[in-house]
């Protein structure tokens, strides 16, 4: 294990890699979505406030779902880019749930350093005070999804999204609830530790119910202390 650490590999097939780290939110602007009414069974009426603008766009079904199953409303949110762009926008990730900020756990040092804040958490929004696991886009090519990576500052996260600006192994994107927190991150550069699906300690040296007993005590204490 030490000679591991020392060449930058980690005991179970974990590793830490240099990244450039990208912070973006749900707005249109960081997900490239507009809002639009709907004026045919083919056309939209995109609308901008700021500046003010209308305009007529074209308006198509998602071609990676069922025709039958897509929902229809009158005013809705729309694609302005990727191969998606004029489908209806759902915010959801790739895998098909909604993006979530890394939460720190209620004893880890950014929760201490904030004792207000952490009683409050506690008081009115208990739900919100185990930590929780963020939403990370990445390169499906070299991270496939459920790949767990931390990354300083931001926490624990898992790969649940991708973007086709997203090329590499040293690019990630850290969803954000806000857009004035998606800001104040930027773009950074962290030392990321990369733990791939099914290859952590516990997958290649216990059996399947230690394996899941295992897992689930290390999920409860980062949720405590990360």
């Not at 000679?3 to 450039?20: C, H």
């Not at 308006?59 to 009158?74: E, L, M």
């Not at 991150?185 to 059996?207: T, Y």
Request: some cysteine; aromatic content about 12%.
């Amino acid at each position: 294990p030490f000679r591991g650490l020392i060449w930058g590999r980690m005991p179970g097939g974990a590793t830490r890699r240099e990244m450039e780290t990208t912070a973006y939110c749900s707005c249109g602007k960081c997900c490239c979505w507009e809002h639009g009414l709907m004026v045919g069974p083919s056309h939209y009426l995109a609308m901008h406030l700021k500046p003010f603008s209308l305009r007529v766009r074209r308006r198509r079904s998602n071609p990676y779902q069922d025709k039958k199953k897509q929902k229809k409303f009158i005013f809705d949110r729309y694609w302005t880019a990727t191969t998606l762009q004029g489908c209806p926008y759902e915010g959801l990730t790739a895998v098909g749930e909604l993006p979530r900020q890394a939460r720190p756990g209620p004893l880890n040092a950014r929760s201490l350093r904030r004792p207000v804040v952490l009683a409050a958490r506690a008081c009115l929004f208990p739900w919100f005070l185990m930590g929780q696991t963020g939403t990370i886009a990445a390169d499906l090519d070299k991270y496939p999804f459920g790949t767990r990576m931390y990354v300083p500052g931001y926490g624990w996260g898992r790969v649940e999204d991708k973007g086709a600006a997203i090329k590499g192994e040293a690019r990630l994107d850290l969803f954000f609830h806000s857009h004035e927190a998606a800001l104040q991150w930027g773009r950074q550069r962290r030392k990321v530790k990369v733990v791939p699906p099914n290859e952590e300690w516990v997958d290649k040296h216990l059996p399947q119910p230690l394996r899941t007993v295992c897992k689930r005590i290390d999920r409860t204490f980062h949720a405590i202390f990360s």
